[in-house]
């Protein structure tokens, strides 16, 4: 990756991605985590019980300083270049890859081989952009605005956009095939009022990421 994430805050890369627990088996022994951040994540699995061990994967080292305290290791390196060595010869019951997809030149790819890492029936679950947000949509049809963000969907270090469909196909690359798919609504926004009005009839638009678990075939 050669992108700029000179502007991120430290807060990019912390925070625990809750929102993935009904994609979740009820436990997974080994968990490896593609751009862990700070391990909020996995710190919030463990304290709940839901993993036992974790491993991770981290572009960047100053991102890693507090998640080594929660992973047995973490990796630091582009993942796209390094997945093939990294952890060589170990298999995981869950891989996640939150927030991390979009930001890769060839995610297909990527999935495609991280996923021989895992044990058949491992899961992987991903969270990707839905560009078919309103937020973006909007401004897009009645100004002709495209305005990249340092996050956010238009975060300018993004290198893909996916839709509802376009995140399923990703998730079901290989050997993987598709459990669920959950769109995610940011709560507290005129967003989150019109999925409630429209009882979630509005989802596709109303969504800003989708959530999106796999199990891998024997």
């Known amino acids: 990756m050669s992108q700029d994430y000179g502007n ?10 809750t929102q993935i627990a009904p994609l979740l088996p009820a436990r997974a022994a080994r968990v490896l985590e593609v751009g862990c951040g700070a391990g909020q994540t996995v710190r919030w699995l463990r304290e709940t019980g839901r993993i036992e061990r ?3 994967l981290e572009l960047f080292e100053s991102a890693t300083v507090l998640a080594r305290e929660h992973f ?12 093939d060595t990294a952890f060589q010869g170990m298999r ?17 790819h990527f999935l495609t081989r991280v996923q021989r890492a895992l044990v058949p029936g491992g899961k992987v679950i991903i969270s990707v952009p839905n560009i078919r ?3 973006v949509l909007w401004p897009l049809l009645t100004r ?7 996050d956010g969907i ?10 509802r469909q376009s995140a399923i196909d990703l998730a079901g690359t290989g050997d993987l095939r ?3 798919c959950m769109g995610s609504v940011r709560p507290n926004t005129r967003l989150a009022r019109l999925d409630r009005w429209t009882r979630g009839l509005m989802r596709e638009f109303t969504s800003f990421q989708y959530l999106v678990a796999a199990s891998r075939q024997g």
């Open 154 to 163: 238009l975060d300018r270090t993004h290198l893909r956009f996916f839709t």
């Open 72 to 83: 047995e290791e973490v990796i630091v390196g582009d993942a796209e270049v390094i997945v």
């Open 54 to 56: 974790a491993w991770g």
């Open 92 to 108: 995981f019951d869950m891989i996640l890859c939150l927030d991390v997809l979009e930001h890769m030149v060839d995610p297909w």
């Open 144 to 150: 002709g605005e495209w305005r990249y963000t340092d």
């Open 178 to 180: 598709v459990d669920r």
């Open 133 to 135: 947000c309103a937020r």
């Open 8 to 17: 991120k805050t430290a807060a990019y890369f912390a925070g625990a991605r």
